[in-house]
């Protein structure tokens, strides 16, 4: 595609309930991030994959939160048992390749937990 | 760990006129990448100009370009000319090289406003 797609873009959901966060990268692209952007901040680091494998994921905040990548294109970030901390914009991007690549960001999925 | 920091929580900057951004940060290492990222209302994240460590040379990408301080781990970015549409969020944001991982790190940003 054109650009790094998320969806859903806005996500409202009680507190408890699971969540699966979809990003679809720029077609060719090696690596792909996972970033969590509070109000008025910068974003912060989750994890990332180059091709299916998950080279990273020291960012992720706790064992409710897990990501894939298993055709090494598409990613699903999941929150389980969601609480109102984990209210946030969730930012996917990706690279063409690791290491000198410029990261691009899709638009975000806003995460509001009740 | 290495930190990135945004001591301007917001600027603002007459139409047409020049203003400049600043961003420190705080490494051990010798070679590394360094970003501003444009965040506009709509909060898209936009990259403005990136500059490798390794090249002394300033990165320009027209209005915009960078005063990259090596020895003083400062990369202020400047815009020149600004316009209305120049009002947005700006990032600064350092990133490794791969063997020690990839992530971005982020300041906390400086929020840019425009005066017609």
């Known amino acids: 595609g054109a650009g790094v797609s998320q969806s859903p873009r806005y996500k409202v959901t009680k507190r408890g309930q699971d969540v699966a966060l979809r990003c679809d990268p720029i077609s060719g692209h090696v690596s792909l991030y996972w970033y969590r952007q509070a109000l008025g901040q910068g974003p912060e680091f989750l994890t990332y994959f180059n091709y299916e494998a998950q080279q990273d994921k020291s960012g992720l905040p706790n064992d409710r939160f897990s990501a894939e990548r298993p055709e090494g294109s598409i990613s699903t970030l999941t929150i389980q048992r969601t609480e109102q901390r984990d209210s946030a914009m969730y930012r996917c991007?990706?690279?063409?390749?690791?290491?000198?690549?410029?990261?691009?960001f899709g638009p975000g999925t806003r995460l509001t937990v009740l | 760990a290495q930190t990135v920091t945004q001591s301007q929580p917001e600027m603002s900057v007459q139409e047409a006129e020049t203003v400049t951004l600043s961003c420190t940060y705080d490494t051990s290492e010798s070679d590394y990448y360094l970003f501003w990222y444009k965040q506009p209302p709509s909060r898209q994240m936009i990259l403005v100009i990136r500059?490798?460590?390794?090249?002394?040379q300033n990165a320009t990408e027209n209005r915009f370009s960078v005063n990259f301080q090596k020895a003083a781990k400062s990369f202020s970015l400047k815009i020149s000319d600004s316009q209305l549409g120049d009002a947005a969020m700006y990032f600064c944001a350092y990133r490794s090289p791969v063997q020690y991982g990839n992530k971005l790190v982020f300041g906390a940003g400086t929020i840019l406003r425009v005066k017609s």
């Open positions: 991007a990706s690279s063409a390749q690791g290491s000198t690549d410029t990261q691009y």
């Open positions: 500059q490798e460590a390794y090249k002394q």
